[in-house]
């Protein structure tokens, strides 16, 4: 295929991330902005926004070529007006350019600039960033994700393109905040204006920190490592000394750890989040637990004159990155509803499940079956292998099957390339079989086939597989 060469002035189509290709302009960018190192790309401006953007030379293509291809895939108001957009202004540069046989170069003054919002390639998204209060400067850590102009603020500002949400009532009670597909152009995340605060940055809680600067949250973070803190401070985010300090600073502090002992540790110990804890003050448990230790969070912290919602989180280091998990929330609807940007920032879909504990029983069960299922798969596996059957043909075959999944697929291939990278860690799958076979005991309900799997991952675990993939349970058949 021929290489298409373009130059400033260039009508193209610039895909940015995950996003459907956008209609734009190559132009000349800010004499002050870099170009980003070692990429061969142009700086392009959106038309139908107020974004710029640097984009790789492979996620262009000439406008015009590409027109009737582009507009047939993609769909929406603000992608229409974009190209509206495009038709305008060739229309006027054609009038301009009659007009100037006649009338000769016009010597009128300049417009005044207008100003950019400058968007890196690796943001992945086209976000707006909220206006800062003061005046940026160097040292501001915004300063390096925008150059606003001197002397005109925006006319208007571009509504991202993002997930669009909508809140859908279910007959069971529940509430279920649900995301379009994620190339959906029409939605908009406003941010919220509350400040946000959040504790604890493991392999979830670092995406949906990222996803919440991404969208324009105003974020303070907390880690106990707190050299994980540092590439947050860099995108923008606050640093908060202790649990109690991000607290008292922030309107909602969510925390996302590891166990119940971390949680309870981040709220009750030295400089806990309930020292913060004043009247009003909002606080997310995110993390997957026991409803007995939710209840005892929920108390204290109310005891306080503070609001508590749970909300643990159903995917994959893979997903949170994505901003596509599933959050699963109860408590106090109030802040279920004061949340409701930060949930459509991080996750595709979000439920209300009524009083605090449900939504922590609920996500046990969930990763109940996921584990069990997981043990079986790689149970599977091994008995191929064991009785002269290709792994990789019992992978082919269960994927064209009732059982195909993108989870399946992604798993057993990890497991063929011995690759065990925790995208979910394995002792934490563990401590969700255990937790969900005590509530089992509580409930006097059998859990058979979870105790056979909790044996599994136990196995797992003595063979030093604790802070790999939860895949890595395969180790504990072929050892």
Known sequence: M?????????LVWGKLGRYPPWPGKIVSPPKDLKKPRGKKCHFVKFFGTEDHAWIKVEQLKPYHPHKEEMIKINKGKRFQ?????????LKKAKGKEQNSDSRGDSKGKKNPSKPLKILEEEDEDFTVLKESPDKPVKDDPHFHHFLLSQSEKPASSMEPISKRLKIIEEDTGSTSIQAADSTAINGNITPTDKRIGFLGLGLMGSGIVSNLLKMGH????WNRTAEKCDLFIQEGARLGRTPAEVASMCDITFSCVSDPKAARDLVLGPSGVLQGIRPGKCYVEMSTIDPETITELSQVITSRGGRFLEAPVAGSQQLSNEGMLVILAAGDR?????????FQAMGKTSFFLGKAGNAARMMLILNMVQGSFMASIAEGLTLAQATGQSQQTFLDILCQGQMASTFVDQKCQNILQGNFKPDYYLKHIQKDLRLAIS??????????????ANEVYKRAKALDQSDNDMSAVYRAYIH
């Not at 021929?2 to 260039?10: E, F, K, N, P």
């Not at 007006?81 to 202004?89: G, I, L, P, S």
């Open 218 to 221: 105003m974020v303070t973070v």
């Open 2 to 10: 021929a290489t298409v060469h373009l130059r400033i002035g260039d």
């Open 439 to 452: 509530m089992g005991d509580l409930a006097n309900h059998p859990t058979p086939m979870a105790a056979a």
């Open 81 to 89: 007006q974009a190209v509206d957009a495009v038709e305008d202004f």
């Open 334 to 342: 109030t802040v279920y509803e004061d949340c409701s940007s930060c």
